[in-house]
């Protein structure tokens, strides 16, 4: 059988060479803004929470479930739209999704109650996620092995930002006027990147290279990559690694303000700090990646993650910790996962080319359900010191770190043990063969 483009390793499975320098640019920076603006909707919207709840005549708790709601529609959306993408092409899926998400957010800044309000976010969840899913199947059909860890250290790096953009546009925006002009500028966005979706995205995925049967076929291609060892286990280190983040968001300001007494203003700039960290690793590993394979770089970067958290661990239990001390640790923690998600994300992609928008979608609703279900363990150990921060993360951290390792050497769908290169065989999809 004559092997196509498709068929060598080193090269995107659908044959597309990558973009030159220009639209290589553009076409990083609108998959980031699609990566980015979904998260955005939720650290921008925070700090409107409490007026949110008096506009609507509603409660704290009434206010947190449009939070809850936006992120089961993350999860769900990811799982929906990956597997599809595989199945109708990436243009429709972006396109589509970017176009929608724009407009249940204006729905949301027009929600009369309550409850158009959480359905509203629900929307935006399901549609946003398409983003964050399907940026990541774009990449990992357009550049080869050689280029895909750069392109996704370039990606991290670019949505990076939004953790320290966006509560600086929020808190800008409730300045001027209320929680409804939050969710008319995330329309905007919405809308400016729909129109860059249009312009700069181009479909990768041609027909010939397409998971056909429809529904099926993509069910099909889900169940495929869920069995497939090689690719479950940097899922599940991401899935761990972001448990590990959403407990450091969610116990931060917590910890510098009520524990160290810092004041808002002081612990957004650690937050910020922490958050210029994690970009300038980001960057670093696109340079590392072209020495070293995103299997060595994602075993380094979970020790260089695990090991901040669990000194901090000790030295509270031992009363030696301290504002210093914890953020240091937390910094060094913070910026490892500036490699360690590029990494995860490359390991992954490579080895599910044979279906990137399903193994898109596998790590990343992996990565927001364990999120979601780590968020509210902190406040169950209380929070009068670090040590329940600390030691969550150290905690979701260590098998993270077990996985990672696991990642040295795998095996094909069929069992056949591949070399520690990054690189799948190449795969026949049409005999279902590994060459």
């Known amino acids: 059988m004559t092997r196509t483009s498709r068929d060598t390793p080193g090269t995107p499975r659908t044959g597309h060479r990558s973009p030159g320098p220009p639209a290589r ?11 980015a603006v979904s998260p955005m909707a939720t650290d921008m919207y925070v700090p409107g929470l ?28 990811q799982l929906l739209w990956g597997p599809l993408s595989d199945s109708l092409g990436r243009r429709p899926v972006l396109i589509g999704g970017s176009a929608a998400f724009t407009g249940f957010s204006l729905l949301c800044g027009l929600a009369p109650n309550l409850e158009i309000l959480n359905a509203a976010r629900l929307g935006q969840g399901l549609t946003g996620a398409a983003g964050i899913v399907v940026a990541r199947a774009v990449v990992a059909d357009l550049f080869d092995d050689d280029r895909i860890g750069r392109a996704f250290a370039a990606l991290s790096a670019v949505t990076s930002i939004a953790p320290i953009a966006a509560p600086l546009l929020g808190g800008g925006v409730l300045s001027v006027g209320s929680w409804r002009w939050l969710f008319g500028l995330l329309a905007f966005f919405g809308l400016v990147l729909t129109v860059c979706l249009a312009l700069w995205v181009p479909e990768s995925l041609p027909p010939s290279a397409r998971v056909p049967g429809g529904m099926g076929g993509t069910v099909r291609s889900m169940r495929r990559v869920c069995a497939r060892r090689s690719v479950l286990a940097p899922v599940l280190s991401l899935g761990f690694g972001g448990a590990a983040i959403f407990v450091y968001i969610g116990s ?25 960290g994690n970009m300038a690793a980001s960057i670093c590993y696109g340079r590392l990646v072209r020495r070293r394979s995103p299997e060595e770089l994602l075993r380094a970067s979970m020790v260089l993650t695990l090991a ?16 210093t001390l914890t953020w ?3 910094f060094v923690s913070i910026a490892a996962f500036g490699v360690f ?4 994300t490359t390991v992954a992609q490579i080895r599910g080319r044979d279906a990137p928008g399903a193994t898109s979608a596998l790590l990343g609703s992996v990565q927001f359900t364990f ?4 968020s509210p363990l902190v406040g169950l150990f209380g929070d009068r010191s670090a040590l329940p921060m600390a030691g969550l993360m150290a905690a979701f951290l260590a098998p993270a770190t077990v996985a990672a390792f696991f990642v040295s050497r ?8 591949l070399p520690d290169t990054g690189r799948p065989a190449p795969h026949d999809r049409t005999s279902g063969r590994t060459r």
């Open 410 to 417: 795998h095996h094909d769908p069929h069992g056949a043990a």
């Open 341 to 344: 998600f590029p990494a995860v």
């Open 328 to 330: 240091i640790c937390l």
């Open 25 to 35: 640019r553009r076409l990083m920076l609108t998959l980031a803004g699609v990566s």
């Open 50 to 77: 409490p007026q949110m709840a008096r506009s609507l005549h509603t409660d704290t708790t009434g206010a947190q479930i449009s939070l809850t709601v936006f992120l089961v529609g993350i999860i769900v959306g």
């Open 371 to 374: 999120g979601a279900i780590a």
């Open 308 to 323: 901040p958290a669990a000194l901090l661990v000790v030295a509270e239990t031992a009363g030696r910790g301290g504002l």
């Open 252 to 276: 931060t300001s917590f910890v510098f303000q009520d524990v160290y007494h810092l004041s808002a203003g002081l612990t957004s700039l650690v937050y910020g700090a922490n958050a210029l």
